[in-house]
Nanobody, 128 residues
Framework: VQLQASGGGLVQTGGSLRLSCAASERTDSSYIMGWFRQAPGKECEFVAAISRSGCSTYYADSVKGRFTISRDNAKNTVYLQMNILKPEDTAVYYC??????????????????????WGQGTQVTVSS
């Protein structure tokens, strides 16, 4: 599957953005979807994940209550709604797809190496 992330941009502190990740094929029955981010000089970190059905989600503590991951399986698209943005949210955001593993273990969901496919990334910059 090919993933295309979009929706990044420049926003002020406290603002909102919605990222989209369009997949080249149906993902609802096959892929757990996740968002990761990488800030300059830092390692890639997990942001959020959503189960194949969309019924279950998991978030990093740093974004819990501010970000919402969702999926529209009819459009083969996953979204990341980001509210109350902070300067520390500045990063390149990547969407990823995990075909192989089951849902439920946070250690598996949050490890980038467990995802099989990655999009190209979209830049999010939050100005203070």
């Amino acid at each position: 599957v090919q993933l295309q992330a979009s929706g990044g941009g420049l926003v002020q502190t406290g603002g909102s953005l919605r990222l989209s990740c369009a997949a080249s094929e149906r993902t609802d029955s096959s892929y757990i979807m996740g968002w990761f981010r990488q800030a300059p000089g830092k390692e890639c970190e997990f942001v959020a994940a959503i189960s194949r059905s969309g019924c279950s989600t998991y978030y990093a503590d740093s974004v819990k209550g501010r970000f919402t991951i969702s999926r529209d399986n009819a459009k083969n698209t996953v979204y990341l709604q980001m509210n109350i943005l902070k300067p520390e949210d500045t990063a390149v955001y990547y969407c990823a797809a995990d075909r192989s593993r089951g849902w439920g273990n946070p250690r598996i969901l949050t490890e980038g190496g467990n995802y099989d496919y990655w999009g190209q990334g979209t830049q999010v910059t939050v100005s203070s």
